[in-house]
């Protein structure tokens, strides 16, 4: 007779979808996801933004977190245009994004209509198809730069939506959460968070205007405010940037973004 009690069955990492775009907020999203067990389905899209280096970024990051499988997933916004991203309309640089500017609650071009609503869609299709009830997203509510769909309040209605739209939501099998679990931390609590996590911010692209060889601008609103977050955060960004960055944003500290010079 064995005396030896059984082995419990390990217990299946329950299924998540991630939005990963190859930036700094959803690679951290995506570390968060992986260190709370989820079998990660990440998805991308490829929606005719500008540049591709934010989606080599993307499948780069998402071989080495080994998720379960990556999507990346075409649409063409430039049919639509109307944003900086998807259409011939200059980037804008150099912008003073302090909260007391007088462009500071002014909706920058750079916002793509609609696109967090389309991605999040997207999501909620695949999770439907995964089984997932978290569906996980980089929206941040502080450190950006005024996109309406970054908002808690949004979120939570698409929420209300989701489950009222999805055949498991209607059920009851399944229900949705949209996961923003950095929508109220500051850029530079991100990255320490990130930093904890062992996020190898390296791999990610967060400029709206990066050079040929994918080097970033330094100037756009997206590269500010990460230079303003590793700032904040006592780190160095391990990026290259196109020039060097010895300036010092209005109301930031000093930028200690890596230059290629």
Same mark, same amino acid.
């Given at each position: ?21 190859? /930036? ?7 570390? +968060?996801? !992986?260190? @709370?067990?989820?079998?990660?389905? *990440?998805?991308?899209?490829?929606? /005719? ?7 080599? %970024?993307? !499948?780069?990051?998402?071989?080495? %977190? %080994? ?35 007088? $462009? ?18 997207? *999501? ?6 995964? $089984? ?35 055949? *498991? #939501?209607? @059920? ?17 609590? +991100? ?23 994918? @080097? ?22 391990? +990026? ?11 109301? #930031?500290?000093?930028? %200690?973004?890596?230059? !290629?010079?």
């Amino acid at each position: 007779m064995n005396s030896q009690s059984p082995k419990s069955p390990q217990r299946a990492e329950p299924p998540a979808v991630v939005l990963l775009s190859g /930036g700094l907020d959803s690679t951290t999203v995506l570390a +968060i996801a !992986k260190s @709370e067990g989820f079998a990660v389905h *990440a998805l991308t899209f490829r929606y /005719g933004q500008r540049h591709s280096a934010e989606i080599d %970024a993307a !499948k780069r990051i998402a071989s080495r %977190a %080994a998720v379960r499988e990556h999507h990346v997933v075409d649409i063409d916004l430039t049919q639509f245009g109307g944003s900086a991203l998807t259409a011939d309309i200059a980037v804008p640089k150099d912008r003073d994004l302090t909260p007391s500017a007088a $462009g500071a609650k002014e909706i920058p071009v750079t916002y793509v209509p609609a696109r967090n609503t389309i991605f999040l869609s997207y *999501a909620l299709a695949l999770a439907e198809v995964t $089984g997932s009830s978290n569906i996980f997203i980089g929206v941040n509510a502080l450190d950006y730069s005024g996109y309406p769909d970054c908002r808690p309040e949004y979120i939570k209605a698409f929420e209300r939506m989701a489950n009222l739209a999805t055949r *498991a #939501g209607v @059920e009851g099998k399944t229900r949705v959460v949209i996961r923003t679990p950095l929508i109220a931390l500051t850029k530079a609590a +991100i990255i320490k968070l990130g930093a904890s996590l062992g996020v190898d911010y390296s791999q990610t692209a967060s400029c709206y205007d990066p050079g040929r060889n994918g @080097e970033a601008c330094g100037r756009c609103d997206a590269c500010q405010l990460r230079l303003k977050g590793f700032s904040e955060a006592g780190l160095e960004d391990p +990026i290259e940037y196109a020039t060097a960055l010895d300036r010092t944003p209005a109301g #930031g500290s000093p930028f %200690a973004g890596k230059a !290629k010079r």
